[in-house]
C-alpha cells in the first residue's frame, strides 16, 4: 500500500492568501484526521471523520480553517485568509477506526505563511 | 485537565546502551496506551500497543511498561543503535476517545 499521501510537501505563501492541503487516505481506512505540529503545542488534532463524515472538529482554531471530506478517498484542508502563526506541519492520518488502535501518517504539509 | 508528561529533555545515550523514556498521565483512565516514533521531517509511526491488563509487552528490542496505578509507561529500547534516534511520543485516547499525543522525548544515540 501506498500509505497516506498528502500534498503539497511544502507550501510557502503570503498572509492574506488560500491554502488548500491535501490527502489520500489508505484505502480501507474508515477515519481520517487532520493533525498541526509546532514546537510549542506538539502535535494537536483538528478534526476527525469518520465514514466521510465529520466527528469532532473541536480543535479547528477558528473560521478560516475549514475540512471536506468529498468521498472515501480524498479530504481537504483549508486555511483562508492565511496567518503567519498558520505556520506548521500539517499532518493527515488515518486508520480503520477513530476511536482506539494505531494511526497511519502521512508525511505532512509544511506550511509557511510570510 | 488530561495530562501527559514525557521527559522535555533530549536523552542522550551509547550505543549498546538501554534508553529508558517515562511518560506520566492525569485523569485518564485508558484503556491502552501507544508509543511512536517520529524522525525528523516524517510522520509518526506507531510502534507498540500496550492495554490495560497487560503489564508488559515486547516487540523486537522494544519494550513497555504499563502501570495504571502509577499512571506511568516505561519504554525501553535495549542494545540502541544510532538508527534508533528519533523522537519517541507517548499517546493516550481521552474521554471522547480521541487520541492524545505526548510532546515526545528525543532520543540520541552515539556510536
Known amino acids: 500500500d501506498a500509505g497516506v499521501i498528502q500534498s503539497p510537501r511544502h507550501e510557502v505563501t503570503e498572509m492574506g492568501q488560500e491554502v488548500t492541503l491535501r490527502c489520500k487516505p489508505i484505502?480501507?481506512?474508515?477515519?481520517l484526521f487532520w493533525y498541526r505540529q509546532t514546537m510549542m503545542r506538539g502535535l494537536e488534532l483538528l478534526i476527525y471523520?469518520?465514514?466521510?463524515?465529520?466527528?469532532?472538529d473541536s480543535g479547528m482554531p477558528e473560521d478560516r480553517f475549514s475540512a471536506k471530506m468529498p468521498n472515501a478517498s480524498f479530504s481537504t484542508l483549508k486555511i483562508q485568509p492565511s496567518e503567519p502563526r498558520d505556520s506548521a506541519v500539517y499532518f493527515c492520518?488515518?486508520?480503520?477506526?477513530?476511536?482506539?488502535?494505531?494511526?497511519?501518517f502521512g508525511e505532512g504539509s509544511w506550511l509557511t505563511v510570510v | 485537565s488530561q495530562k501527559i508528561e514525557q521527559n522535555s529533555e533530549a536523552l542522550n545515550i551509547q550505543e549498546g546502551k538501554t534508553a529508558t523514556l517515562t511518560c506520566n498521565y492525569t485523569n485518564y483512565s485508558p484503556a491502552y496506551l501507544q508509543w511512536y516514533r517520529q524522525d525528523p521531517g516524517r510522520g509518526p509511526v506507531f510502534l507498540l500497543l500496550i492495554r490495560e491488563n497487560e503489564k508488559e509487552k515486547r516487540k523486537e528490542r522494544l519494550k513497555v511498561t504499563f502501570d495504571t496505578t502509577l499512571k506511568q509507561s516505561l519504554f525501553h529500547i535495549t542494545a540502541s543503535q544510532p538508527a534508533d534516534s528519533a523522537t519517541y511520543l507517548c499517546v493516550l485516547t481521552d474521554s471522547w476517545g480521541k487520541l492524545q499525543f505526548g510532546a515526545g522525548t528525543q532520543v540520541v544515540v552515539t556510536p
Open positions: 484505502s480501507g481506512h474508515n477515519s
Open positions: 492520518a488515518s486508520s480503520l477506526a477513530h476511536t482506539g488502535g494505531n494511526i497511519y
Open positions: 471523520f469518520n465514514n466521510n463524515v465529520p466527528i469532532d
